[in-house]
């Protein structure tokens, strides 16, 4: 008897609750000007962007102010089939938080939020950092050998 009264409590509140998160919770943004306007002021909203020729799908989400920050979260949620499955595996369902000042944050462009890892931590932002790091390798192997050749040549 004592659970029912339990289940029927947590159910109680469930129903209270839910109105509010809809009421409050973060403005579903279907554009990128929606999304800036939000950031104006800090606002929680979300925004899941689209691109067509790199990462598939993005949410980027503004969850409101941390101290003189504004807290943006951004989570790689598909990667183009044009990218090789370790490339996929590397980003997708991956996040970062960025903590950025609010009065930096309000004048950004949509392209310029999470450009600054600086402010940003999390998986997502490691991942990014690997990736650079893979490249460069790759580029020094690819000069040295150039190089190495020419050396070769001239001894």
Partial sequence: MKK????????GVILVLTPFYFIFGPENCET???????????????YVFKENDQITESL???????GDNCELLIEIKGV?????QTTRMQFEGKSMTC???KEEF?????EEMGANLDFCYGPLKEAMYEAVVKKLYNLVVKDMSTILDEVERNL
């Fill in 32 to 46: 990128k000007g929606c999304f800036e306007t939000a950031a104006d002021e800090c606002s929680s909203a979300k």
């Fill in 80 to 84: 183009s089939d044009k990218y090789s």
């Fill in 106 to 110: 309000s004048r950004m462009t949509f």
């Fill in 4 to 11: 029912r009264g339990v289940i029927f409590i947590i159910i």
């Fill in 60 to 66: 980027y989400r503004i969850n409101g102010e941390e």
């Fill in 99 to 101: 903590l950025i000042p």
